[in-house]
């Protein structure tokens, strides 16, 4: 035995440092979770702190926290029920195109806001809403309309994150949809021509049934972040006066455990939240292997 | 000949739709431009919507010049570099490694992976855990806890089974060890992969926000987006000029009064859009490809 580990002592070198960061950085926060049933201060170390059974799930009781749930799930729900068809349509659209150059600019252009931060992105936001000087708000006022607050407020919100939500990623994720059209056999369409089917009877009958494999994998894939709604996307827009319908999960934990300090809080409602995402996980999976014949894994 | 028709209407409606799209994308990019180009008390009367309407450098000159931001830069540049070089090197080691099928222990080895994917302790116990290894306010913060990601590794690892295994088999038989085989053979065979993953990575380090915001208060090792995400809030202009060493720019301070807030802000993000915006068509072709071959086994 030890003879045929040797054998491989360079590969094992080479797998190490992954290894050890795995430790260091999931394995150990891992065990970490103890914090939830422990009465912990920063300055004091983990393995010392008091249990104090399931005191810090208080938060249950927290008509805060409902609200926070609430909030999570309008607008992971609203984010994929537009998300999800969106890239589908574009890809569509893009297909149809018969100007090569110009399918290539569309693609390069809706690829383009992928690569922003979401910092960019509410930036953009900002600038084209403000009320003094904004696009939107001048062309309201032109309009002989009165300027509306859009970031500061709770009817906007929930609007403004899922079109910008659309707007960053839509392109990006038509790619795997225009990848498998591309893999459709061209005498399909040749054969439909004959019959006399029109483009849009293509559609349907050939390229969507096409593309259908791929959708799957991209709703089954999608079905984890239904709890992480995307702290990066909501922080930066999130302020006291859109907070009732702006605070999620995410930023539920980040306000109450690093900028309040309630350690022990913050790790349950996280606990809780990774759990709810490995059983979503673990659905996906079974899905996967049932639709797929094997599973992600 | 109807058809034909009806076929052309739905060209010019499809390509109408698209090129909506498209200024949608571009537009907001020339509208901050156009603000950020403006003279801000002009901006703020309204009005300019794609091109300045009185032109100055002054709020690039204050962005540029003032020592925050310009430390800022560094740190996210700094990061970039070395935090994709790390990141990369790690992947390819351990992708490299794990690619024996024959390996010992192999399926646990990918089994202790596989679970950090499912499962996470979550930020909390992170950034106590973060606090017991003194990476709080500390550069490497940026680096090590983020230099592995085990979906990038499957990726590599499925991009190296892919290799044709008589070139491995050819080099052992001359008597390489694996380090000289993944040097000579492996890593020029894997360079479009490492490419794509090397972007994904370089453009998360370039964006990242959360590590500068949270895991580090020292205003020295902020990156660009941790300081436009406390700029975004801002209520006045001090934050931007009230930081030490912009003396210079105040000293020529007749033009300060025409500077606002907003126009201070356009100028800002756009120095930190612009070498996205510059290297983007360059590398579209390796991202596609990135894409393509980490979504074969998704």
Same mark, same amino acid.
């Given at each position: 035995?030890?003879?045929?580990? %040797?054998?491989?002592?360079?590969?094992?070198?080479?797998?190490?440092? *992954?290894?050890?960061?795995?430790?260091?950085?999931?394995?150990?926060?891992?065990?970490?979770?103890?914090?939830?049933?422990?009465?912990?201060?920063?300055?004091?170390?983990?393995?010392?702190?008091?249990?104090?059974?399931?005191?810090?799930? %208080?938060?249950?009781?927290?008509?805060?926290?409902?609200?926070?749930?609430?909030?999570?799930?309008?607008?992971?729900?609203?984010?994929?029920?537009?998300?999800?068809?969106?890239?589908?349509?574009?890809?569509?659209?893009?297909?149809?195109?018969?100007?090569?150059?110009?399918?290539r600019f569309v693609q390069s252009?809706?690829?383009?806001?992928?690569?922003?931060?979401?910092?960019?992105?509410?930036?953009?936001?900002?600038?084209?809403?403000?009320?003094?000087?904004?696009?939107?708000?001048?062309?309201?006022?032109?309009?002989?309309?009165?300027?509306?607050?859009?970031?500061?407020?709770?009817?906007?919100?929930?609007?403004?994150?899922?079109?910008?939500?659309?707007?960053?990623?839509?392109?990006?994720?038509?790619?795997?949809?225009? *990848? *498998?059209?591309?893999?459709?056999?061209?005498?399909?369409?040749?054969? *439909?021509?004959?019959?006399?089917?029109?483009?849009?009877a293509q559609i349907r009958h050939?390229?969507?049934?096409?593309?259908?494999?791929?959708?799957?994998?991209?709703?089954?894939?999608?079905?984890?972040?239904?709890?992480?709604?995307?702290?990066?996307?909501?922080?930066?827009?999130?302020?006291?006066?859109?907070?009732?319908?702006?605070?999620?999960?995410?930023?539920?934990?980040?306000?109450?455990?690093?900028?309040?300090?309630?350690?022990?809080?913050?790790?349950?409602?996280?606990?809780?939240?990774?759990?709810?995402?490995?059983?979503?996980?673990?659905?996906?999976?079974?899905?996967?292997?049932?639709?797929?014949?094997?599973?992600?894994? | 000949?109807?058809?034909?028709?009806?076929?052309?209407?739905?060209?010019?409606?499809?390509?109408?739709?698209?090129?909506?799209?498209?200024?949608?994308?571009?537009?907001?990019?020339?509208?901050?431009?156009?603000?950020?180009?403006?003279?801000?008390?002009?901006?703020?009367?309204?009005?300019?919507?794609?091109?300045?309407?009185? @032109?100055?450098?002054?709020?690039?000159?204050?962005?540029?010049?003032?020592?925050?931001?310009?430390?800022?830069?560094?740190?996210?540049?700094?990061?970039?570099?070395?935090?994709?070089?790390?990141?990369?090197?790690?992947?390819?080691?351990?992708?490299?490694?794990?690619?024996?099928?024959?390996?010992?222990?192999?399926?646990?080895?990918?089994?202790?992976?596989?679970?950090?994917?499912?499962?996470?302790?979550?930020?909390?116990?992170?950034?106590?855990?973060? +606090?017991?290894?003194?990476?709080?306010?500390?550069?490497?913060?940026?680096?090590?806890?983020?230099?592995?990601?085990?979906?990038?590794?499957?990726?590599?690892?499925? @991009?190296?089974?892919?290799?044709?295994?008589?070139?491995?088999?050819?080099?052992?038989?001359?008597?390489?060890?694996?380090?000289?085989?993944?040097?000579?053979?492996?890593?020029?065979?894997?360079?479009?992969?490492?490419?794509?993953?090397?972007?994904?990575?370089?453009?998360?380090?370039? +964006?990242?926000?959360?590590?500068?915001?949270?895991?580090?208060?020292?205003?020295?090792?902020?990156?660009?987006?941790?300081?436009?995400?406390?700029?975004?809030?801002?209520?006045?202009?001090?934050?931007?000029?009230?930081?030490? +060493?912009?003396?210079e720019a105040l000293a020529r301070?007749?033009?300060?009064?025409?500077?606002?807030?907003?126009?201070?802000?356009?100028?800002?993000?756009?120095?930190?859009?612009?070498?996205?915006?510059?290297?983007?068509?360059?590398?579209?072709?390796? @991202?596609?490809?990135?894409?393509?071959?980490?979504?074969?086994?998704?």
């Open positions: 035995m030890l003879a045929r580990l %040797s054998k491989y002592r360079w590969q094992y070198l080479m797998i190490l440092p *992954a290894v050890v960061l795995l430790f260091l950085f999931s394995y150990i926060p891992m065990a970490g979770i103890q914090v939830a049933f422990k009465d912990f201060h920063i300055g004091g170390t983990i393995w010392n702190s008091e249990w104090i059974g399931l005191e810090n799930f %208080s938060f249950l009781q927290d008509d805060q926290f409902w609200v926070v749930v609430k909030n999570t799930i309008w607008i992971a729900l609203l984010k994929f029920v537009f998300g999800f068809p969106a890239p589908i349509m574009l890809a569509l659209l893009i297909n149809e195109v018969r100007n090569n150059t110009f399918k252009v809706s690829y383009l806001p992928h690569f922003f931060s979401w910092i960019v992105v509410a930036y953009i936001l900002q600038s084209l809403l403000t009320l003094d000087g904004g696009l939107v708000n001048q062309l309201i006022v032109n309009m002989g309309g009165d300027p509306v607050f859009f970031m500061g407020s709770t009817q906007w919100f929930r609007p403004m994150i899922v079109a910008s939500g659309l707007w960053k990623e839509v392109g990006w994720n038509t790619i795997l949809y225009l *990848a *498998a059209i591309t893999t459709i056999d061209p005498q399909l369409y040749e054969a *439909a021509k004959v019959e006399g089917a029109g483009r849009m050939i390229t969507l049934p096409g593309m259908m494999p791929t959708i799957a994998i991209v709703l089954i894939l999608s079905m984890p972040s239904l709890i992480t709604v995307g702290m990066d996307q909501i922080y930066p827009l999130m302020n006291p006066a859109n907070q009732p319908v702006a605070d999620v999960l995410d930023t539920y934990i980040l306000r109450s455990g690093l900028q309040q300090g309630y350690f022990g809080m913050a790790t349950a409602v996280g606990l809780l939240s990774s759990v709810i995402s490995l059983i979503l996980v673990l659905i996906t999976n079974q899905l996967a292997r049932k639709f797929n014949g094997e599973g992600l894994w | 000949m109807k058809t034909s028709l009806r076929d052309k209407t739905a060209q010019v409606i499809i390509i109408i739709l698209l090129s909506l799209l498209c200024v949608s994308v571009i537009y907001p990019f020339m509208y901050m431009l156009a603000v950020s180009l403006n003279v801000g008390s002009d901006a703020a009367k309204g009005g300019v919507y794609l091109w300045p309407r009185e @032109f100055t450098l002054y709020n690039y000159e204050i962005v540029l010049g003032n020592a925050v931001i310009r430390h800022a830069y560094l740190i996210t540049i700094g990061r970039t570099l070395i935090g994709t070089f790390i990141g990369l090197l790690v992947t390819l080691l351990v992708a490299y490694g794990l690619s024996y099928r024959q390996l010992p222990f192999r399926k646990q080895i990918l089994a202790y992976v596989l679970i950090t994917m499912l499962f996470s302790g979550g930020l909390i116990p992170l950034y106590i855990q973060l +606090n017991n290894l003194s990476l709080l306010n500390s550069f490497w913060v940026y680096i090590i806890p983020s230099a592995f990601s085990a979906w990038n590794m499957f990726v590599m690892m499925k @991009f190296i089974q892919g290799i044709p295994e008589a070139l491995i088999e050819s080099a052992e038989i001359d008597g390489a060890n694996p380090l000289r085989i993944l040097i000579v053979v492996v890593l020029p065979l894997s360079k479009p992969m490492l490419a794509a993953i090397g972007l994904f990575t370089a453009v998360g380090h370039w +964006n990242d926000w959360f590590a500068g915001a949270f895991y580090v208060s020292d205003q020295n090792l902020i990156p660009v987006q941790t300081f436009l995400q406390q700029l975004l809030s801002a209520q006045d202009i001090s934050t931007v000029l009230g930081s030490n +060493n912009n003396q301070g007749t033009m300060l009064s025409n500077v606002t807030l907003m126009s201070i802000k356009m100028a800002t993000v756009m120095v930190s859009a612009l070498p996205i915006l510059c290297v983007y068509p360059f590398l579209q072709k390796y @991202f596609v490809k990135g894409v393509l071959i980490g979504s074969v086994k998704g």
